[in-house]
């Protein structure tokens, strides 16, 4: 009985979005970072266990990286939290604190909808995001 050897083949590995954050007020705190496919859970990922979360230093927001779990529609909201207690803090309805979405969609009343933020990833790739504040 002859033996042959297993082939072992690497599996891909998952794919990159490389995101620059730009227009932070201050270096202060922390970027909330919520990378999701689940337009239902857009923007806020705490309902998503599949969601990708993180926390990275203001001052690195300029360059990081997000691995998404596979290739697939995503979209990344991130909100600028200033005083570290992550949340995006409100006065009254509004955000005290910055925010952004993949795509840089028009904001009106309310966060953009998953379609306006959303894109494909297939490989790795890049995403740009301005960050808007309120008050």
């Given at each position: ?84 207690n992550n949340k995006l803090d409100k ?15 028009t904001i009106t009343v309310g966060p ?24």
């Amino acid at each position: 009985m002859a033996l042959f050897p297993m082939l072992l083949t690497a599996a891909a590995p998952p794919p990159t979005v490389e995101v620059s954050v730009t227009g932070l007020r201050s270096t202060k705190g922390q970027v909330l970072v919520c990378l999701t496919t689940n337009r239902k859970a857009f923007p806020d990922c705490s309902k998503d266990a599949g969601s990708v979360r993180m926390a990275v230093k203001a001052v690195d927001a300029g360059n990081f990286a997000v691995h998404a779990p596979a290739a697939g529609t995503y979209a990344i909201a991130v909100v600028h939290d200033e005083n570290g207690n992550n949340k995006l803090d409100k006065a009254i309805f509004l955000p005290k604190e910055g925010f952004g979405f993949s795509r840089n969609p028009t904001i009106t009343v309310g966060p953009p909808s998953f379609k306006s933020a959303s894109f494909a990833v297939s490989g790795d790739m890049r995403q740009s995001i301005k960050m808007k504040y309120m008050l």
